[in-house]
């Protein structure tokens, strides 16, 4: 889709991820009034028209306090980056160039824009989640490096002083490995005998790896490392991975040199958010009052942007309204009670010179705290 589509209440949220597919998601998290959020308005909806191969989506804290609370977001605005409705990185404020290079980044190699009908329903292509800075590749050659492998075009991974190659792939979140994709050429110097070893706490060498116990062994065939082939792995011993070392022994043609066109590694995220989780509990929660005296809290209350609130409420004040509304998200460990960012407090005074806030969303809970104006309170 071109354009930016707002997401109109929560249930909404999930089926539009799920219409996204593998392609990049980009959803905004914004709330009515923000100025950081107004002032990038127009640069997201630029990018929505400039990058249509991405979904670009808008979700108003207010309207969908439950998918905010859910994902997290302590302030606006929020970009959270998604595939396959899984969460895969994010970014925070309303720097449009930063923005942009955060988008630029996770399409530069978009498995949805070359989507594999190959690829079993439930998994998906792995290469958004691999930690670039966290890899590297002993014996490649200066010309042909190992970021070659990680794109889809005509360049490739090629061997330096002789045949093997030992590769350490590290992931930016925990994964679950179904299979991989190894690409090489049909000249003999594709890849042939590969070990794969997981999680390693250092780096290896090749003496270590010829002589160390795999995870797993392969033989590769000359139709594994088709542009259509599929290296399965044991599932069940790849279900916790933060990072894979895969040492090349050989190629298919015992040439000098092994070369690479291309690979990545099939499976899940062990991780996923799920919105039943988050409702199960919001019942949960319902059931019970939430009854709590704020001003005994304020020493240990604590505000998304990390500083002790001590009698302060991070708000902006809508006095037509007589509402206040978290701009930062306020937490009281006393009585493990979280506000999220967006959250409207109802602002009452009383001819006795006191003042009382009720949380309506948070109802039946009612009135939570009733104190003298008189005391050391601001609203920043």
């Known amino acids: 889709?071109?354009?930016?589509?707002?997401?109109?209440?929560?249930?909404?949220?999930?089926?539009?991820?799920?219409?996204?597919?593998?392609?990049?998601?980009?959803?905004?998290?914004?709330?009515?009034?923000?100025?950081?959020?107004?002032?990038?308005?127009?640069?997201?909806?630029?990018?929505?028209?400039?990058?249509?191969?991405?979904?670009?989506?808008?979700?108003d804290v207010h309207q969908c306090q439950g998918t905010a609370a859910t994902n997290n977001i302590s302030a606006t605005p929020t970009f959270l980056f998604f595939r396959n409705k899984v969460r895969i990185d994010?970014?925070?404020?309303?720097?449009?160039?930063g923005l942009e290079e955060k988008i630029k980044q996770h399409l530069e190699n978009d498995p949805g824009s070359n989507e594999?009908?190959?690829?079993?329903?439930?998994?998906?292509?792995?290469?958004?989640?691999?930690?670039?800075?966290g890899c590297e590749c002993l014996n490649e050659s200066d010309e042909h490096g190992f970021d070659n492998c990680l794109r889809k075009d005509m360049s490739f991974l090629e061997s330096d002083c002789d045949e093997q190659l030992l590769i350490t792939v590290a992931f930016n979140q925990p994964v679950k490995l179904y299979s991989m994709k190894f690409q090489g050429p049909d000249n003999g110097q594709g890849p042939k005998y590969v070990k794969i070893f997981i999680n390693l706490p250092r780096s290896m060498d090749?003496?270590?790896?010829?002589?160390?116990?795999?995870?797993?062994?392969?033989?590769?065939?000359?139709?594994?490392?088709?542009?259509?082939?599929?290296?399965?792995?044991?599932?069940?011993?790849?279900?916790?991975?933060?990072?894979?070392?895969?040492?090349?022994?050989?190629?298919?043609?015992?040439?000098?040199?092994?070369?690479?066109?291309?690979?990545?590694?099939?499976?899940?995220?062990?991780?996923?958010?799920?919105?039943?989780?988050?409702?199960?509990?919001?019942?949960?929660?319902?059931?019970?009052?939430?009854?709590?005296?704020?001003?005994?809290?304020?020493?240990?209350?604590?505000?998304?942007?990390?500083?002790?609130?001590?009698?302060?409420?991070?708000?902006?004040?809508?006095?037509?309204?007589h509402v206040l509304v978290l701009e930062h998200e306020i937490r009281f460990p006393q009585s493990r009670l979280r506000l999220p960012l967006g959250y409207s407090v109802h602002h009452y005074t009383s001819e006795s010179s006191s003042a009382a806030y009720a949380f309506p969303s948070l109802s039946p809970f009612g009135i939570l705290a009733t104190w003298s104006t008189t005391s050391p309170w601001e609203f920043l």
Do not use: W
């Open 206 to 321: 090749f003496e270590e790896a010829e002589r160390s116990e795999p995870t797993q062994a392969l033989e590769l065939t000359e139709d594994d490392i088709k542009e259509d082939g599929i290296v399965p792995l044991r599932y069940v011993k790849f279900q916790n991975v933060n990072s894979v070392t895969l040492f090349v022994q050989s190629n298919q043609g015992e040439e000098e040199t092994t070369r690479i066109s291309y690979f990545t590694f099939i499976g899940t995220p062990v991780q996923a958010t799920n919105m039943n989780d988050f409702k199960r509990g919001s019942q949960k929660e319902s059931q019970h009052h939430h009854v709590v005296a704020l001003e005994d809290c304020m020493g240990t209350s604590r505000c998304g942007c990390s500083t002790m609130c001590h009698s302060r409420l991070h708000t902006r004040v809508d006095r037509s309204a």
């Open 1 to 59: 889709m071109v354009g930016v589509k707002p997401v109109g209440s929560d249930p909404d949220f999930q089926p539009e991820l799920s219409g996204a597919g593998s392609r990049l998601a980009v959803v905004k998290f914004t709330m009515r009034g923000c100025g950081p959020c107004l002032r990038i308005a127009p640069a997201f909806s630029s990018m929505s028209n400039k990058y249509p191969q991405a979904v670009f989506l808008e979700v």
């Open 90 to 97: 994010q970014y925070q404020g309303a720097d449009a160039v």
């Open 116 to 133: 594999d009908t190959d690829i079993p329903k439930g998994y998906m292509d792995l290469m958004p989640f691999i930690n670039k800075a």
